[in-house]
């Protein structure tokens, strides 16, 4: 007797910062990493295009926080994600509090936040899911998905963890809707954390099922 199939759940990140370790040289203090997750991705680009059309938007109109200025198109977006079936997983890592020997050689810092996002999601949640980010295709994206699958492969061995995503793929976020609710949710996170609050945080806050900060305070 063979048991019901779970549905296939498609997790698409994005991330607010960057990186990279040099602060002092003008890399951002603060990553945030954000995972959303559905199983019904088809959904968020139907409920997407119906809002472009009531915002009088362009159908290439590219949902990105830090270039989505007018009020009116954040809000009715964010009141877009608290209507949706969505669950969401972030961490914010404070870059100068890290210790100065923290290795960011070859996306490490990448790697590390989504490991331990992973680690902190019940099992079953991300088991055979498929993670979405946001790249080019080329050599620089392609090192990046490489470098995370070995860092994944290699935690899911020391931490015997069954693993945790079945396929991890890159697409273009202006033509990906699901990886603009990411940069949405990521770009309230980082304002959050940067200035204090956001206009937007109980509309993230309704569909957070883990925030992680880093270094713990």
Do not use: C
């Not at 290439?60 to 608290?82: I, P």
């Not at 290795?103 to 979405?132: H, K």
């Amino acid at each position: 007797m063979s048991g019901k199939l779970r549905p296939t759940v498609y997790a698409f990140m994005d991330e607010s910062g960057d990186a990279g370790g040099n602060v002092r040289k003008g890399a951002s203090s603060h990553f945030v990493l954000a995972m959303v997750e559905t199983t019904d991705p088809d959904n968020l680009r139907a409920e997407l295009r119906q809002l472009r059309v009531a915002l009088q938007l362009p159908a290439t109109f590219e949902f990105r926080y830090h270039d989505t200025r007018k009020v009116a198109h954040r809000a009715a977006f964010f009141v877009l994600l608290r209507s949706l079936d969505v669950r969401v997983r972030a961490a914010v890592v404070d870059k100068t509090r890290l210790p100065e020997d923290f290795n960011y050689d070859d996306q490490r810092l990448y790697s590390f936040v989504l490991g331990e996002l992973v680690m902190r999601a019940p099992m079953n949640q991300l088991q055979d899911a498929i993670l979405i980010v946001d790249g080019q295709r080329g050599a620089p994206t392609e090192n990046l998905l490489n470098g995370v699958r070995r860092y994944l492969t290699q935690m899911y061995q020391e931490r015997q963890r069954a693993r945790a995503f079945r396929k991890l793929v890159a697409r273009n976020s202006k033509a990906e809707d699901g990886l603009q609710f990411a940069d949405m949710v990521a770009g309230v996170l980082a304002e959050r954390f940067l200035h204090g609050e956001s206009a937007y945080d109980d509309y993230v806050d309704s569909k957070l099922a883990d925030l992680w900060t880093f270094p713990p305070k």
